[in-house]
């Protein structure tokens, strides 16, 4: 009886399904990535050091590193201009580990009120004296290191390019997500109506897709700003609008066939209603379908909003998006190539998974494989 047990368990479709998949090797791959990124975009800014909108005028421009910041050089840079703001010559400066011994000297008694101009760096902690010579004119002040980590280096404002890759890779998901539910709940529900109620109503139904086709899309998103100025959510609102339509396009064609099967023969005689036959009888049926084509579907909502972004139609400062990094990284190409190559590759790997997951599930799902 076991044995007959775990016979059925292992000839059940779901089982055959995920030991197709499972076989795939790059589906698999790609499903881990995807993961991967997941968590470093859900988990990682709330793990860095810094802050996805902080800013770090000493740090504006500077190139990856794998070593926090300030280098020896950026501090000495820092160190001569608050020796200029306090009008004073830096005679010595010496790095012991995480502290920064200097030696000041002006002509005249030196205010000590502003080694507040320490704390202010983004390279200093808040300093103090250690000693004083020549009636106050010469200072030797220590201060803390302020480590700052920048692993891809920092944009033209000065703001760390890793977080802010975090928090773009978390919105160009959640675009994809929301828009991957919108095309679920409105174009399934929308194609399996149209295409069970056939006739008129099909027709009818069916114009209405062929209308919203020939709608330009970005003209419709500037007529969204234009009414109701920029906001993040008119980022769904216009994905949603349209992605919904080759959905419910698909749905209609799968429920065309369906609706012609011996159980929905069976389940209309026995005198279940059209929404009951929709729910426990069709829309099971699609799962393979809709399955496959939401997750080729999210890597074309990902780039379509990349693209808004690209145009200065997607979010707004100071969130950011894949699409908004890669603008920025395209205009300082030539003397900051890192600011496009790292939001570059992580949207490439995004894509590059999403069709290798999507292809995927769709040979899992095909009930021609064995």
């Not at 027709?203 to 086709?213: F, I, K, N």
């Not at 959905?247 to 011996?262: D, F, H, N, P, Y």
């Not at 190409?333 to 599930?361: C, H, K, Q, S, V």
């Amino acid at each position: 009886m076991t044995e007959t047990r775990h016979q059925v368990a292992v000839a059940s479709p779901w089982r055959r399904v995920g030991a197709r998949f499972s076989r795939n090797l790059p589906a698999m791959v790609s499903a881990a990535a995807l993961l991967a990124v997941a968590l470093f975009c859900i988990l990682g800014p709330s793990l860095s050091s810094t802050s996805y909108d902080a800013i770090f005028p000493d740090y504006v421009g500077a190139s990856p590193s794998l070593w926090p910041h300030p280098s020896e050089a950026e501090a000495r840079a820092a160190l001569d201009e608050i020796a200029a703001r306090l009008r004073t010559r830096l005679v010595q400066a010496a790095f012991d580990g995480a502290e920064a011994r200097v030696t000041l000297q002006a002509s005249r008694p030196i205010d000590e009120r502003g080694l507040a101009y320490f704390e202010r760096s983004d390279a200093f902690g808040p300093a103090w004296v250690e000693a004083r010579r020549d009636d106050g004119r010469t200072l030797m002040v220590a201060a803390p290191l302020r480590w700052t980590w920048m692993p891809a280096g920092a944009d033209a404002n000065g703001r760390d390019l890793f977080t802010r890759m975090m928090i773009a890779g978390r919105i160009s998901l959640a675009v994809g997500v929301l828009g991957c539910t919108v095309a679920l709940f409105i174009g399934v529900g929308y194609g399996a109506i149209s295409g069970y109620a056939g006739g008129r109503i099909d027709m009818a139904m069916m114009r209405v897709v062929d209308v919203l086709y020939a709608l330009p899309f970005i003209f419709f998103v500037i007529l969204l700003m234009v009414f109701f100025g920029r906001h993040f959510v008119l980022i769904f609102v216009a994905i949603g609008a349209v992605e919904w339509l080759d959905m419910a396009r698909i749905v209609r064609g799968q429920t065309l066939s369906l609706k012609r099967q011996e159980f929905v023969a069976a389940a209309e005689a026995l005198g279940v209603g059209p929404m009951a036959i929709l729910v426990r009888h069709i829309a099971p049926n699609l799962l393979g379908t809709i399955a496959a084509f939401l997750a080729l579907l999210t890597p074309r909502v990902i780039l379509l909003e990349s693209f808004l972004s690209f145009l200065g139609l997607g979010v707004q400062e100071p969130l950011t998006s894949l699409g908004v990094l890669v603008a920025d990284g395209a205009r300082h190409i030539e003397d900051a190539p890192w600011l496009l190559f790292f939001p570059a590759a992580l949207l490439t790997l995004i894509l590059y998974a999403l069709n290798f997951l999507g292809d995927g599930l769709r040979d899992a799902l095909d009930p021609r494989e064995r």
